[in-house]
Structure formats: structure tokens, C-alpha cells
């Protein structure tokens, strides 16, 4: 039953938050209850809008779309949906000038209802929705919450579900914007599913896409009037156009997302006169949502954020003042605060790493991130931590997920020195140049990326083990993608058995996903057999060179310059007492699944101590774009 939303005492915002525009609600109740319905909407509404920052409720536009049932919607809906303006706005400055002149600080805001407005926008809705079985439509929406929803917010459970099981009632009005967001989920539940792909005409029929397809079909264009649960439509577009390899649609969806969080202010929070517990509560948990995808996105295609935190005011999730019916739609956010934490951690990858300067040093931002990164595990709690993981039989699959993503991140961020070290030990006979001294802090940062894309390879081979892996999602290919080149590098530079097994097992895993229907599993397949096959090449005309070079070992001439080179290298820090006469051997290394051991290490204590690394003389390379 929808609860009233009872506020008092209406204030408006202060100016320097920026302005929260009121938009009239557009409410349709079922064409044959209308009367009765429009009644019982104003009694809820005016109960709510006694400021005069709400519009009145004096129309229903009986034209627009048609939710399926007032009582089963939450009030964050029904309620007049803010349209934010930010403080550089002309009306905001307009209404800054009134209030001083008038010496009234009442003075309402703008409203937002004058646009021009179509039906042609609308997307019509059949008598033959083509709904599957409600039982095994309840069993899809069960398993993409599992998959999705607890790692993320994506739909009020409860609230959602009382919807679903309206919508199989005969005689009643469907509203496309919901129906959209019904079939979204469906799509997710078959893809997490595992369902055996079929082929259609040489072409692998993805579980889970002809619900998306009928989404799409009724996607609208709301974007004037938006509300919260449509952008949570949106998000679920987007996150299934991953596992479609659709990347560009998917980085679209969530800027989409993001665009209209941004207009409706879920970035701000909310004077906490304007709305409820329950209705701050879901704005915060939308917006965070939109927030990790957007760097999720961004991330998995190295462009910049759209938003940066110094921008964004609004409270982390929480519990607090919520009633146990609200703890139904919104459950405990200890997952969502850790996605969070990690999507902050992303940003800060892309902003200070992967930049599209010519040079700059990146040592110090290396550093930077790591003690970002061991203070986010050193803050996790018990049932979050790793140990969680080594402990049990079968953990859960967000926990997994969690760690998956923060191991993927200590590989992006120790990537460029990796590399690096992979170019100062490769011996390549085409270099037309030396990659220059190599500071003896490079292995041992080389060696953390190399033991996290370890762990993230066994994490992902154990969710395989234990049937949690997605084998035709984008994000876990998309993972063992990238622990794979890392390990197919490390592989060639010290070969070993264990590094070889490395190497093999999670080349057969891509390969295994690929062919199982995983379309991004299939390029990152081939990407990867083209790397190993160079790295082979490269290999076998070192061997060559080398055995050129052994004759010319006794030259003076040569043994100088290797006296150059070794003083070239030599740099006058105590960092350097721990690495600088030994390099890292793939058969003794040590790989943990702890990832607070990789931190831990000696050598990156000391290296997320040390002061002056800019005089190390390493240099970042910038963004390399792909065209």
C-alpha cells in the first residue's frame, strides 16, 4: 500500500547548493478507476507538497503513460520530481537577485512545465505483451538480483515485486517505462542463468536477447520528465549491452544515467524537509549506482569520468530512520559502499594514470592509488575481507566479485611500471632505442602485478570450480582478459612450469568462454593468441641475437658500456637495499589470494613510504588511443 510522504516546515535550498526546480508529476491510474484515483492521488500529494516549492496537483494528463497501479508504487514517483540547477544557472542567479531585493528568502523556484510536449514519443503497448511464464519470469528476476542487484542497486525488491505480480492481472493498464525496466531484467536473469546458447543462422543467439530487444522496444524518451526508477531502467540496458560486446551502447546508457541523475540533483542531497527517509534513501543508492558504473564504463574503455567527487555532495547509503518495509526495497549497503569505494579508486586510475599528456611522472601517482587501494582492504569488514573467501566452501558470488575488482585494479595501476620492467628485460632486436636506466623499485612493483593478475586468475578459476562463473558476461571475460596478458608477459620474460600452467589455464578458460557464445570472450581470445604469438617470435630472435652477442662478450669496447649501463642504473635511495641485486623469479614468487599480502610486501611497504620519487626518472606514456 502506498504510504503518504508527510514533510513539514518546507524551506528552500540554499542557494550555493543550487536551485531544486519543481516538475509536475505526470500520473495515469487505470482508465477504469480514474476518478476515484485522481481523488486519492491529490489527497497523498497535497499532504506532501505544503511548500511552495511543489506544484500544485490541478491536471492529470490522461494522454501520457499509465503506471500500473497507484498502491503498489512508491512514493519517490508520485512525488513532484526537482529538476536541479545549478548555482551558474541564469534562473538561479535570477532568483538570487529577488530574494535580496524582496528580502524574502520564500521565493519558489521556477517551475519546469513548459516545453514542447508530444505523444509521438510515447511507446504504444499491445494487449499481447508476450510476458513468459510468471514462474519462470519470478526465477529470472531472482537470479539477476543475485548476480546484479547485490553488488548494486537496481530495483526496489519488494516494491517491484508486487508490481510484477500486478502485471499478470488481466484488465490491467501497463505502463511502457516499467514494463522496459520488467523486460531489462528478465534479459539479465537468462544471461546469469547460464542457459546454453542457441544458433540461429550462424549466429549465436545470447540468452536473455529477446528480452532485451522487447526493452528496447519500449524504451521512451523521458528525458524531461524523468524519475528515479528510469534510471534505473537505464542502468539495466546498460549493463546487459556488455554482455552483447555492445561497449559503446552500454558507455551511452550509463551517460544517459548519469545526465539525468545530474538534472534531477540525486548528485546534491536533498533538504531533508522534501522528502522521506525512505525517498532520500533511494535517490542516494540510484545516484551511487550511476556513479560506479559510469567509472565501471569508463574504466573497461580507458575514457575520462564524466563527474569528479569535488561535484558531488550527496550522503554515502546507509540504514539510518528506515522502517522495516523500507529495509525490503533497500537491504543492508555494505556491498554497495564497498563498489563504491572501488569506482572512487577506478576514477582515480583513469585521472592520474592513464592521461593523454606526452609525459609526466608516475611514480608518485602509483603510490598514491596503492595506499588507496590497501587502505580500502585494511578497512573492510570481516565478512567482506578475503579471509571470507579462503574460509568458505562456496562464497558468495559478489564477495568474489568484489575482490576480482580490486585485484584488477592493482594490475591497471602497477601496469605501466610492469611494462617497464618488461621492456628494460626483453631483449627485442628491432628496439631502435634503449628503454633507459630502470629503477630497482620497478620489480618489485612488477612483481605485485604480476601476483594480483595471479589472484585474480584463481579467483575467477574458482567461481568456475564452484558453477558462479558468468560464462557469457562481459566483466569476468573482460578480467581474465587482462590477468592473462600480464601473465602471458610475465611468462616470457622467466619461464616456468607454474607460469606456463598460469598462462595455459586461463587462455583455456577465454577460450572455453568464447566458444561457449561469450562474444567479448572471443576477441579477447584471438587478442591474446596474437600476443603469445609475438611474444614467441620475439623470444625466438632474442635467442639469435644472444647468441650473436656472447661472441663479442670479451670486447672492451662492450665491457664499458655495460660499466655505463649498470652506473646509469645505480640510484642513491634506500629503497633500493631489497631489490637492487635481484630480480623476481616466476618459480620462487609466491602467490597468495590474500591481496593484503601483495601490499604487505616489503618492498611496497617501503615503497608507499618513500618521499622524492619523482628524481627515479620514470615517465608515464599517457593514454594511448586506438584508431
Known amino acids: 500500500m502506498l504510504r503518504p510522504n508527510r514533510h513539514s516546515n518546507k524551506e528552500q535550498p540554499n542557494d550555493a547548493e543550487g536551485s531544486l526546480v519543481p516538475r509536475r508529476p505526470v500520473l495515469n491510474p487505470p482508465e477504469q478507476d480514474i476518478t476515484t484515483d485522481q481523488t486519492a492521488t491529490k489527497e497523498i500529494l497535497s499532504s506532501a507538497a505544503t511548500g511552495t516549492d511543489l506544484v500544485a496537483i490541478e491536471h492529470i494528463d490522461t494522454h501520457a503513460t499509465k503506471p500500473l497501479h497507484v498502491r503498489y508504487t512508491r512514493e519517490g514517483d508520485l512525488l513532484p520530481r526537482y529538476s536541479y540547477v545549478g548555482d551558474a544557472a541564469c534562473e538561479a542567479f535570477n532568483r538570487r537577485v529577488r530574494r535580496h531585493l524582496r528580502n524574502d528568502d520564500s521565493i519558489a523556484p521556477p517551475k519546469h512545465d513548459r516545453y514542447f510536449k508530444t505523444n509521438a514519443l510515447r511507446k504504444p503497448v499491445g494487449r499481447d505483451l508476450d510476458l513468459p511464464d510468471q514462474g519462470y519470469a519470478r526465477l529470472l528476476i531472482e537470479t539477476a538480483e543475485r548476480f546484479v542487484g547485490s553488488e548494486y542497486h537496481v530495483f526496489l525488491r519488494r516494491t517491484f515485486l508486487h508490481q510484477f505480480d500486478e502485471v499478470y492481472k488481466p484488465d490491467t493498464s501497463k505502463d511502457p517505462a516499467w514494463l522496459c525496466g520488467l523486460f531489462a531484467i528478465l534479459a539479465l536473469g537468462e544471461l546469469y542463468s547460464n542457459i546454453p546458447v542457441r544458433a540461429h543462422h550462424n549466429q549465436a543467439d545470447i540468452p536473455g536477447t529477446g528480452f532485451f530487444l522487447r526493452a528496447l522496444d519500449l524504451f521512451e524518451d523521458l528525458y524531461e520528465e524523468p524519475t528515479v526508477s528510469y534510471i534505473e531502467t537505464v542502468l539495466l540496458l546498460s549493463y546487459y549491452s556488455h554482455a552483447l560486446n555492445r561497449s559503446n551502447s552500454a558507455y551511452i546508457f550509463t551517460g544517459l544515467a548519469m545526465r539525468l541523475s545530474m538534472a534531477l540533483g540525486l548528485h546534491r542531497e536533498l533538504p531533508a524537509q522534501h522528502a522521506s527517509p525512505f525517498e532520500h534513501e533511494h535517490r542516494r543508492r540510484v545516484w551511487w549506482t550511476v556513479y560506479a558504473f559510469d567509472r565501471l564504463c569508463s574504466l573497461k574503455l580507458g575514457h575520462p569520468v564524466t563527474i569528479k567527487d569535488e561535484d558531488i555532495s550527496v550522503n554515502l547509503p546507509s540504514n539510518n530512520n528506515l522502517t522495516s518495509e523500507d529495509l525490503e526495497d533497500l537491504p543492508d549497503p555494505k556491498q554497495i559502499l564497498s563498489s563504491i569505494a572501488m569506482a572512487r579508486i577506478a576514477g582515480s586510475i583513469l585521472q592520474d594514470l592513464y592521461q593523454p599528456r606526452s609525459q609526466f611522472a608516475i611514480l608518485p601517482n602509483v603510490q598514491k592509488i596503492l595506499a588507496q587501494l590497501k587502505d580500502f582492504i585494511q578497512s573492510l569488514p570481516d565478512e567482506l575481507s578475503l579471509a571470507k573467501i579462503a574460509s568458505t566452501a562456496c562464497p558468495g558470488r559478489a564477495l568474489a566479485s568484489l575482490h576480482v575488482h580490486c585485484n584488477h585494479c592493482i ?189 604487505n610486501a616489503p618492498d611496497i611497504n617501503e615503497f608507499l613510504t618513500f618521499e622524492g620519487l619523482d628524481e627515479l626518472g620514470i615517465e608515464g606514456l599517457g593514454s594511448q588511443p586506438l584508431w
Open 411 to 599: 594490475v591497471l595501476t602497477t601496469r605501466p611500471v610492469f611494462f617497464q620492467h618488461f621492456r628494460s628485460q626483453a631483449n627485442l632486436p628491432h628496439a631502435r632505442t634503449s628503454p633507459g636506466p630502470c629503477s630497482a623499485v620497478v620489480p618489485a612493483l612488477a612483481d605485485a602485478c604480476v601476483s594480483a593478475a595471479t589472484t585474480c586468475y584463481k579467483l575467477l578459476r574458482r567461481l568456475w570450480v564452484n558453477g558462479q562463473i558468468v560464462t557469457l558476461g562481459g566483466f569476468d571475460s573482460q578480467y581474465l582478459f587482462s590477468a592473462a596478458t600480464i601473465l602471458a608477459m610475465s611468462h616470457s620474460l622467466k619461464p616456468t612450469n607454474s607460469s606456463r600452467t598460469l598462462v595455459e589455464g586461463s587462455s583455456s578458460m577465454l577460450r572455453i568462454m568464447g566458444t561457449s557464445g561469450n562474444i567479448p570472450a572471443r576477441g579477447y581470445y584471438e587478442q591474446l593468441a596474437e600476443l603469445k604469438h609475438d611474444l614467441e617470435l620475439c623470444e625466438d630472435s632474442a635467442g639469435e641475437v644472444n647468441a650473436a652477442q656472447s661472441q663479442a662478450k670479451s670486447s672492451p669496447i662492450q665491457a664499458d658500456r655495460e660499466n655505463a649501463t649498470e652506473v646509469r642504473q645505480q640510484v642513491p635511495t634506500d629503497i633500493t637495499s631489497a631489490t637492487a641485486t635481484t630480480e623476481p623469479d616466476g618459480a620462487h614468487m609466491q602467490y597468495n589470494l590474500d591481496v593484503a599480502a601483495i601490499l
